[in-house]
């Protein structure tokens, strides 16, 4: 960010503030006494540090400040001081003229330069504004270039599909309803889309009298969650090359790490580790602050305000979701039944499949149930005791290594498919059944 230090007489202080924050909102950093100057601290010592860490010094004119001596004409001099260390050719010394005044012949004679030597801005002409911060930007454009963050995506509103379901499986209503969403460009024709998830309070956790509820999923308590941006989908093997070919920063990521192939599958076999490496290249990528989401953002996007076991109802059918549908010859326990509650039975697809393939909740997001176990910033803790009440990820006691798994997969039972049903797994481990998807808080 290029830093700015504003000299000015104190009569031409309302006008040089309206510069101040004109060129805040232009993403400069402006610094000016009446702004930047905290009570106790030294007038001059910190006037003559922020001139030394400037990289622009704007002389601010005026047809008062030109007839005072003093504070303009000591600054001028260190401003002149600084530029010793500076390259030849480099834009430093700006003069800016608030009114109709005349450039005054102030020089340093051991440099032999004076202030009317360098090209000044009328700031009262209709497009002086604009000049001076073009003249800024030409001078420091690879600096700009390197700190400018790309502009914010547009919000659009879309249109989709939910399905909800009888005790018995059975689709009973289909509703048309519509979301907001922002598309992030990837570069090459990848892109990825972020549904807006506005927040409120609701119950995290599973009733006592839930089917094949864990005591992991209680005490059931109220949690606040702030609005949040979250992926349509997990992140697709597509999405997943995109960001793995940016420069690493943090560990290298391979390009290509599923055993299940296809563009549209999700990414599956990556660590908690490699999801947040994903997370820091996109956030760098950007200039948004991407990263896993936590465990009560997760169960708040899944349910969208339902409190069924399912978010489309009181049982899954294989028409809904990707999930082991059959029972488990080998174990006769109700915890590994392809069937949940009155519903049917289904099939074993064995594998992932193509995201969105099936019903979204209300809130627009796809594959909340079953497909892949998805990665949450969270440690995993056995129970919600002691558990943060605001939404933010719990990252506080508990063993670090092992991170929160949501949502089920392909390979699980409809009990570990349900929206309150909580894994766990080793961060730096991968597996054929995990994947994630990404939440950005603001934009």
Not at 46 to 55: G, P, R
Not at 134 to 150: H, S, V, Y
Not at 194 to 221: A, K, M, Y
Not at 377 to 401: C, F, K, M, Q
């Amino acid at each position: 960010m290029v830093r700015i230090f504003l000299a000015h007489v104190i009569e031409d202080r309302v006008t040089v503030s309206n510069l101040y924050h004109r060129l805040k909102e232009s993403g400069f950093q402006p610094w000016m006494d009446r702004e930047d100057l905290l009570p106790g601290q030294s007038r001059q010592a910190e006037i003559s540090k922020a001139i030394k860490e400037s990289d622009v010094f704007i002389a601010c004119l005026s047809q008062q400040s030109v007839q005072k001596q003093g504070c303009v004409q000591r600054e001028f001099r260190m401003a002149l001081n600084a530029m010793a260390d500076r390259p030849p050719g480099k834009i430093f010394l700006i003069p800016v003229c608030l009114d109709a005044c005349q450039i005054p012949e102030l020089r340093q004679e051991e440099y032999g330069i004076s202030l009317s030597d360098y090209q000044w801005v009328n700031l009262y002409e209709s497009d002086g504004y604009e000049r001076l911060v073009r003249g800024i930007e030409k001078g420091f454009a690879d600096e700009l270039a390197q700190t400018k963050k790309p502009p914010k995506p547009v919000v659009r509103t879309f249109s989709f599909e939910v399905a909800t379901v009888d005790s018995a499986g059975k689709i009973n209503q289909r509703e048309l309803k519509t979301s907001q969403y922002y598309r992030e460009d990837l570069g090459n024709g990848v892109h990825l889309d972020l549904i807006r998830i506005p927040g409120d309070r609701f119950w995290i956790g599973s009733s006592e009298n839930e089917l094949g509820r864990s005591v992991s999923e209680g005490p059931r308590h109220k949690v606040q969650v702030p609005d949040f941006y979250m992926g349509r989908y997990p992140v697709t093997q597509r999405q997943w090359q995109a960001i793995s070919l940016l420069d690493d920063v943090d560990m290298k990521l391979s390009p290509d790490p599923s055993k299940f192939k296809g563009d549209d599958r999700p990414v599956e076999q990556v660590s908690w580790d490699n999801a947040v490496e994903f997370c820091k290249r996109l956030s760098q990528k950007t200039g948004s602050d991407y990263r896993l989401p936590s465990e009560a953002e997760w169960e708040y996007a899944c349910r969208a305000g339902t409190t069924t076991p399912f978010h489309f109802g009181d049982t899954i059918t294989m028409e809904l979701a990707n999930y082991q549908g059959l029972d488990d010859v080998d174990f006769k326990d109700s915890k590994f039944l392809g069937s949940y509650g009155d519903g049917p039975k289904g099939e074993y697809r064995e594998q992932t499949t193509d995201v969105g393939s099936f019903s979204a909740n209300a809130f627009g997001l796809y594959d909340m149930h079953g497909n892949v176990r998805e990665w949450c910033l969270d440690i995993y803790h056995a129970n919600y005791e002691g558990t943060p009440i605001d939404g933010s990820a719990w990252v506080e006691d508990g063993d670090a290594s092992c991170r929160l798994l949501r949502g089920g997969s392909w390979k699980e039972h409809p009990r570990l498919c349900r929206s309150a049903a909580r894994l766990s797994f080793y961060s730096e481990l991968s597996r054929s059944d995990i994947g994630f998807r990404v939440v950005c808080p603001t934009l």
